[in-house]
């Protein structure tokens, strides 16, 4: 019972703060829409008018979006796990870890705080997806939520992993070159999968987030390049390990 | 559940036995055997990393003991800490409190945290805010309280879940000399409605003095000595002279029957007199000619600087064993 309450509190000031810093909000909402106006509509000019055979029929713009719903996703997951060393700077989380609570319920009040923040920016993004040429249904809504899930879950552990082995900011540009990019840049977010130099063709395989932006964009545009079925069950391989990892992490870290 | 008598001993409420903790070569705590009764507010006094905080932390279960043991309200840290952590409240020597939710949620979430029943929540928040007189800024951002105020917030968090103890580390630690006298009317007016037993650090001798029933004395991770804060002044003697005398007659003064101790040291003599001021006249006669003569009564300090050899405030801001106990935290 006290678990319980205090998963719940874990979970509600998490959402308080999100809810409260609406200037956090606005400004991760900036970034995928430079991606989108900026990136999509220049590079979209050249290589992708209405209707190119390149992008299976639709505009470069619209092709990219589950890519920067991705990277939404991605960037506001991980910076959420690793904002954990700034709590444990300001001794917000003494006090927490003080509690009786198992370290599990830490965890996990945590990493769902974090997927509903990351959700209620997905949820966004996907309102204003309807500017950008993506139409929705009743069976699209519901596959691309559950694969933003997923994603949210798999690198809010990720992050809250790394974070809570972490004791300063200073490894935050390292997850951010090592881990951040590479996972966005080696996704098929951006290009077609098709026609790839076989070195990249190969990397991009080895990217569990590839066939959760192959999942969205299926699902969402009817563009698939794998079978459905494998992005749905790598999506919940890749949150399940993580969730794994993260969980253990915690038990590891030294209250 | 509580109060179950240790060795035959009732209403003890911490008790160690040789508890020692080790940081690689450093040994921070150094088999301390402490016991305190309950409803006490009891100090320990001692320099920055002399392993106050780390003894606390030990206590909290928030960092394992190398050797010993110790029960905290009857429950032993090491066995039962989720016992443990649900009898003690902790307030931290920084602030810890969310500055963006308001002093409200801030309750809220603990009460939520350490098990209060729902039913019980609202009524004993407003009880504790009304404790700290925080009641009419209970809704507005942490992000707007002064130093006292967040303290305060501290205090009332750590009482929320009616804990049987109470730990605050360095209490004071940081705010101005007003604001910390008023924080002590505040923690002793704690003792006194919740009934709660207080363990205190503190580097600041007047803080001791004036709040503490007992005081242990640590240095170097060591208790050096243990006694209510008049005891302890009153080993030194009711009173002491300090003069500038040039060649001073010191055996003449050792011979009086009312000197306890003299030491001399750079021209300054210092001199600890069993009874009160009565006999400075003679003293002084006796000792030569003073330039300069201060009479008053001995603080903790000058126990300490007895004890030790050195004063409080002169040692080292943050040695190596602090910055350890911190590790813990990061």
């Known amino acids: 019972m006290s678990e319980l309450s ?6 509600y000031r998490e959402v308080k703060v999100f809810l409260r810093e609406r200037s956090r909000i606005i400004s991760s909402l900036v970034t995928p829409l430079i991606w989108l106006v900026a990136f999509g509509g220049g590079l979209g000019s050249i290589v992708g008018g209405g209707g190119s055979q390149a992008f299976y029929g639709v505009s470069y713009q619209a092709f990219i979006f589950p890519g920067v719903l991705m990277l939404t996703v991605l960037f506001t997951s991980i910076f959420f796990g690793l904002y954990i060393v700034w709590d444990k700077k300001v001794d917000f989380f003494k006090e927490v870890l003080v509690a009786p609570l198992s370290r599990l319920t830490l965890f996990s009040g945590k990493m769902m ?20 040429g993506i139409s929705y249904t009743i069976t699209s809504l519901p596959i691309t939520i559950f694969f933003v899930l997923c994603m949210a879950a798999g690198t809010v552990s990720l992050g809250l992993a790394i974070g809570s082995q972490m004791t300063s900011f200073e490894g935050f540009g390292l997850v951010q070159s090592f881990v951040v990019l590479p996972l966005y840049f080696l996704s098929g977010a951006l290009f077609p999968l098709t026609n790839l130099p076989g070195w990249l063709m190969t990397v991009t395989r080895l990217n569990p987030l590839t066939y959760i932006v192959d999942g969205m964009r299926g699902a969402l545009l009817g563009i698939y390049q794998f079978s459905p079925w494998l992005d749905a069950g790598i999506a919940l391989g890749f949150m399940a390990v993580f969730i794994a990892i993260g969980t253990f992490a915690f038990m590891k870290m030294s209250s | 559940m509580c109060n179950l008598p240790i060795k035959g001993v009732f209403l003890l409420i911490i008790k160690t036995e040789g508890i020692t903790k080790k940081f690689k070569d450093l040994v921070a705590v150094d088999h301390i055997d402490l016991s305190i009764d309950e409803g006490e507010i009891f ?185 209510s804060p008049a005891n302890l002044k009153m080993n030194l003697g009711k009173s002491m002279i300090k003069a500038r005398v040039e060649n001073p007659n010191l055996d003449l003064i050792k011979a009086l029957p009312y000197v306890n101790k003299v030491e001399s040291k750079d021209g300054e003599v210092t001199i600890h007199l069993s009874e009160a001021g009565n006999h400075i006249q003679e003293v002084l006669c006796n000792l030569g000619n003073a330039s300069y003569v201060e009479l008053r009564e001995p603080t903790l300090n000058d126990v300490f600087l007895q004890l030790t050899g050195k004063e409080i405030r002169s040692a080292s801001a943050e040695t190596i064993e602090e910055q350890y106990a911190k590790g813990y935290n990061a």
Request: one cysteine or more; charged letters at 25%.
């Open chain 1, 113 to 132: 705080g974090g997927c509903t923040d990351s959700l209620l920016q997905a949820a966004i993004l996907l309102i204003l997806g309807v500017f950008f």
């Open chain 2, 43 to 227: 100090g320990l006094l001692g320099p920055n990393g002399a392993g106050k905080t780390t003894l606390l932390s030990m206590l909290a279960t928030l960092l394992p003991l190398t050797e010993g043991a110790a029960q905290v309200n009857g429950f032993d840290v090491r066995q039962k800490p989720s016992s443990v952590r649900k009898s003690i409240g902790m307030v931290f020597q920084a602030p810890s409190s969310d500055e963006i939710l308001t002093g409200w949620e801030n309750l809220y979430l603990h009460a939520l945290m350490f098990g209060v029943p729902k039913d019980l929540r609202r009524q004993r928040i407003d009880e504790v805010l009304q404790l700290v007189d925080l009641k009419d800024r209970a809704n507005e951002r942490v992000k707007t309280y002064s130093g006292g105020m967040r303290r305060r917030l501290e205090l009332a968090r750590g009482l929320l879940h009616k804990p049987k103890i109470l730990f605050l580390d360095e209490p004071t630690l940081g705010l101005d000399p007003q604001t910390r006298e008023h924080i002590w009317e505040y923690i002793e007016r704690l003792s006194k409605e919740e009934k709660v037993t207080i363990l205190i650090t503190t580097h600041y001798m007047e803080e001791a003095d004036s709040l503490c029933d007992r005081v242990a004395v640590i240095d170097h991770g060591k208790i050096i000595a243990l006694d």
């Open chain 1, 6 to 11: 205090g998963f719940y509190a874990l979970w």
